[in-house]
């Protein structure tokens, strides 16, 4: 059988075993050991154990549960209450400004857990009963909050840049710094257009009940104060973190696990959590998260395996060569297919399967590596909120299950929106990305 036809088969087959709701580890897993015993016979199995297990034998990987512990330490604790009360009190009175400072807080957030579903989870159950409370539409509360959940997977530390550079062998630190600014660029697009729909649909400035009464405003003040003061221990240690990355004192493993530590102990310090059952949820959540990349990390490797022994991913990344047209031609039909991708996979999965694959052509192509990182990021990011899979809207539809999941699609959509255009600035000035890497690491 001829590669194309092979590698169409094997793309149905994947895609049912995910519409029946097979999990995405193990439908790559099933799917890449059929193809690879039907093609090569049953002495692929010894190369399957080996391949799946030998995938994870890098100590680069140890930054992956580090970094998921010190976001689980992060979401299972009062953190994203305090960040959510101390913006509130700076932005919540301005017209539009409690949608706003939900994004702000999302922005924070997301540096502080790297997650996109534990964003959404940790300012979604506190900012949208607020929202709605206070007037704000809800197709705008739950966008707002969905979008700035995405933000998760590209503000540093991130987990999806650590699989990229473990993916291509490029250096960790200086996609995290690649992507500090395109972060804070997508943020601006969000609060833009969340101020834009608050003045469409109105209700945007209702009166916040809790501090109209004079005798109440100090006590308010004092408190998201205090409030303040318990998340910066939080900021000091991801900043921290981040300096010890860029400047070359640890690698991502170690930064993680110092990280980890710092962050689990300050959720202990900070917030009183000294017994079993918060640390117990802290790390359930952190093993379980974990289990789950490394499962998919493993058996896309396994795919991707099976895809070159069978001379599927030469015969495709030949013919995406062979285009004779201009690079930024090549550059849409690449951005299509990343975006396609991640409608239906998670950005771990597309990562990992097509990461190695289209840096060739894209280092072929005269593009930078880290620039393309933070295109393809964003790609994903537009996955999470958008069907069949948006993993983003099931999350806010959890939250808040009286708001219609139309309503929380059709608010979250102009925001994917703001994520194409914030491609399209990359584009035109790469400078976004590329410019303050250059800058500290020369």
Known sequence: ????????????????????????????????????????????????????????????????????????????????????????????????????????????????????????????????????????????????????????????????????????????????IAGALPGVMLALLFMAWTLIACKLAGGYNAPNPVVEAASQVKENVEGNLKALVRVLPFLVVVTGILFALYGGVATPSEAAGAGAFLCLALAIVVYRMWQAKPLKTVMRDALRESVMIMLIIATAEIFAYALSSMFITQTVAGAIADLEVNRWVLMGIINVFLLVAGFFLPPVAVIVMTAPILLPIITAANFDPYWFAVILTINLEIGLITPPVGLNLFIIKGIAPDIALRDVLLGSLPYALCMVLGIVLLCFFPGIATWLPDLMMN
């Open 1 to 176: 059988m001829d590669p194309v036809t092979s590698g169409i088969l094997i793309v149905i087959a994947l895609m049912v075993l995910m519409a029946i709701g097979t999990p995405i580890a193990f439908a790559l897993g099933s799917v890449s050991l059929g193809a690879l015993v039907l093609n090569r016979g049953m002495g692929e199995l010894t190369y399957f154990g080996e391949t799946f297990f030998g995938s994870l034998a890098t100590f680069s990987f140890m930054a992956i549960p580090m970094f998921i512990l010190m976001g689980a330490a992060v979401a299972s604790s009062p953190t994203g209450r305090d960040l959510y009360r101390s913006l509130d009190l700076w932005l919540g009175r301005v017209p539009g400004g409690l949608a706003i400072s939900n994004i702000g807080a999302c922005s924070i957030f997301a540096a502080l857990s790297g997650s996109s579903p534990a964003t959404s989870a940790a300012i979604g159950k506190l900012g949208i009963p607020e929202m709605r409370k206070r007037g704000y539409p809800d197709g705008v509360a739950a966008g707002c909050i969905a979008a700035g959940g995405t933000l998760g997977i590209l503000i540093p530390p991130s987990v999806t840049m650590i699989v990229y550079g473990i993916s291509t062998e490029t250096s960790i630190g200086r996609l995290f």
